[in-house]
T-cell receptor
Framework: QKEVEQNSGPLSVPEGAIASLNCTYS??????FFWYRQYSGKSPELIMS????GDKEDGRFTAQLNKASQYVSLLIRDSQPSDSATYLC??????????FGSGTQLTVLP | GAGVSQTPSNKVTEKGKYVELRCDPI?????LYWYRQSLGQGPEFLIY????????DSGLPNDRFFAVRPEGSVSTLKIQRTERGDSAVYLC????????????FGSGTRLTVV
């Protein structure tokens, strides 16, 4: 069973703080990883992809990947109330399908 | 169209009935994926098309579920003899090639079986 595990939260941070979201995966074949943001009642929206060990930065978002530890994380700097959503971690399998975690609910408090 | 279009947006059906869910991918996208998302869970893979053929249907839960993509564009997910446990949001995504360099999801079809 290929699994992606996330802390379901909820995670609350004050506005302006750094939000840290974590994810582990079980399938060592996975090479590509993704973070999706999902607002309540909406479909998931891709915000970050990462394929290589290390950090990848895009604006206020930084994704981190450690394949040896099978660990992926997402940092959101200067968190805003509009960042309040559920964040889904996904790993791409050998057959190109994505395996998603159950998501972490983030609330940014004004 | 500009994005992935799914119809209907909502579907309520009685237990035992047959339903069809439609997905119209982004123009030119050869890869098309169906996922199912239950409340409080992440999307669960159902089936992947590359062109007209189902490249991977390992996620279909049982033989009541079937999907087609006859012309390599629009896809239809078909569910026979619906059960209350089929209630979920059915999401469609497309990408420009095999492999997910970023799926673009449609807005989904919320299926409720009563």
């Amino acid at each position: 069973q290929k699994e992606v595990e996330q802390n379901s939260g909820p995670l609350s941070v004050p506005e302006g703080a750094i939000a840290s979201l974590n994810c582990t995966y079980s399938d060592r074949v996975s090479q590509s990883f993704f973070w999706y943001r999902q607002y309540s009642g909406k479909s998931p929206e891709l915000i970050m992809s990462i394929y290589s060990n290390g950090d990848k930065e895009d604006g206020r978002f930084t994704a981190q990947l450690n394949k040896a530890s099978q660990y992926v994380s997402l940092l959101i700097r200067d968190s805003q109330p509009s960042d309040s959503a559920t964040y889904l971690c996904a790993a791409e399998g050998s057959a190109r399908q994505l395996t998603f975690g159950s998501g972490t609910q983030l609330t940014v408090l004004p | 169209g500009a994005g992935v279009s799914q119809t209907p947006s909502n579907k309520v059906t009685e237990k035992g009935k047959y339903v069809e869910l439609r997905c119209d991918p982004i123009s030119g996208h050869t890869a098309l994926y169906w996922y199912r998302q239950s409340l409080g869970q992440g999307p669960e893979f159902l089936i992947y098309f590359q062109g007209t053929g189902a490249a991977d249907d390992s996620g279909l839960p049982n033989d009541r579920f079937f999907a087609v993509r006859p012309e390599g564009s629009v896809s239809t997910l078909k569910i026979q003899r619906t059960e209350r446990g089929d209630s979920a949001v059915y999401l469609c995504a497309s990408s420009s090639g095999p492999g997910s360099y970023g799926y673009t999801f449609g807005s989904g079809t919320r299926l409720t079986v009563v």
